[in-house]
């Protein structure tokens, strides 16, 4: 059975994920899990699609950063679907290891994934790059403030913490990060 993973970082990514989905399907998947997550947060569809397959399965993603956040990530996942007889496709490398233990396709694939790694960190760099110049230029703020500070002041001499987080619809720790 070819089973599809699917991800975007943002619930604004709705057309990728749709792109995504389409070009599973036109590989051939009959089962698909997708999921907006970010690569930092945990991914329960993830977990879910792995459980899922069985022996003689494949797994088919379009590209090596839907699946995993590291080559060393990917290198473990992959291992791990081999070791249970399941293949692995990737779309965006052309790589197919159903064909067995193929040494080219994981020598491959630690290669791209590696790229693939690396691209991330330097785009990482450049973002981090572009804040740091936009907040020496006075231009980059942050995001704007849940809670009013002095509110929370005011609140906090009539009530408690826990009492004032409910009232603001607030977790209690936004309100103890404000307590002197």
């Known amino acids: 059975m070819l089973v599809g993973y699917a991800r975007t970082s943002t ?8 792109a995504q989905a389409r070009e599973l399907r036109a590989a051939g998947c009959t089962k ?30 379009t590209k090596p950063d839907r699946l ?19 293949g692995l496709v990737i779309q965006s490398m052309g790589l197919d290891t159903r064909n067995g233990s193929n040494p080219t396709a994981r020598l491959m694939l630690t290669i791209l994934a590696g790229v693939a790694t690396w691209e991330r ?18 231009r980059y703020k942050g995001r704007p403030p849940s809670i009013d500070r002095a509110k929370v002041q005011e ?26």
Not at 11 to 18: E, K, N, S, V
């Open 11 to 18: 619930a604004d990514q709705i057309a990728g994920l749709d």
């Open 32 to 61: 698909l899990f997708s999921e907006q997550v970010s690569s930092v947060a945990r991914r329960p569809k993830l977990t879910e699609c792995l459980a899922f397959l069985r022996d003689g399965d494949t797994l088919v993603v």
């Open 68 to 86: 995993a956040r590291t080559t060393a990530e990917l290198l473990k996942i992959e291992a791990d679907l081999t070791r249970r007889g399941i």
């Open 121 to 138: 960190e330097i785009m990482l760099e450049r973002q981090r790059e572009g804040i740091a110049k936009a907040k020496a230029e006075g």
């Open 155 to 180: 609140l906090l001499t009539r009530m408690g913490p826990a009492e004032a987080a409910k009232t603001l619809g607030v977790a209690r720790s936004s309100i103890y990060r404000m307590i002197p």
